[in-house]
């Protein structure tokens, strides 16, 4: 059973930095590639961040590029999302989430077959 747990949320001013981390658990994640999606209230979930485990390649939505880094640590089993130069509308529920079996590094949630319960993260103007 996977199990993704979020933590590090919380409330910054803009300009400044936060990261969050998904500990994983359940399988040997080598073939996975874990993504971070995030959702503001009203809105639809959309893509952040995702990384192949093996490899660690990376994929980045448009609205983050060069301000959210990815990254994993196979000794631990997490993956974090650094997030720096933050904006207001950055604030949404953060989720982690993790597939298997994809070619690439999809960036569209109906790609990911597990997911956390999220992490707040709110950026205050």
């Known amino acids: 059973q996977v199990q993704l747990v979020e933590s590090g949320g919380g409330l910054v001013q803009a300009g400044g930095s936060l990261r969050v981390s998904c500990a994983a658990s359940?399988?040997?994640?080598?073939?996975?590639?874990m993504g971070w999606f995030r959702q503001a209230p009203g809105k639809e979930r959309e893509s952040v961040a995702a990384i192949r485990w093996r490899g660690g390649s990376t994929a980045y939505a448009d609205s983050v590029k060069g301000r959210f880094t990815i990254s994993r640590d196979s000794a631990k089993n997490t993956v974090d999302l650094q997030m720096n130069s933050l904006k207001p509308e950055d604030t949404a529920v953060y989720y982690c989430?993790?597939?298997?079996?994809?070619?690439?590094?999809?960036?569209?949630?109906?790609?990911?077959?597990?997911w956390g319960r999220g992490t707040q993260v709110t950026v205050s103007s």
């Open positions: 359940g399988r040997t994640f080598s073939s996975y590639v």
């Open positions: 989430a993790a597939t298997s079996g994809r070619i690439g590094i999809p960036l569209t949630s109906n790609a990911y077959d597990y």
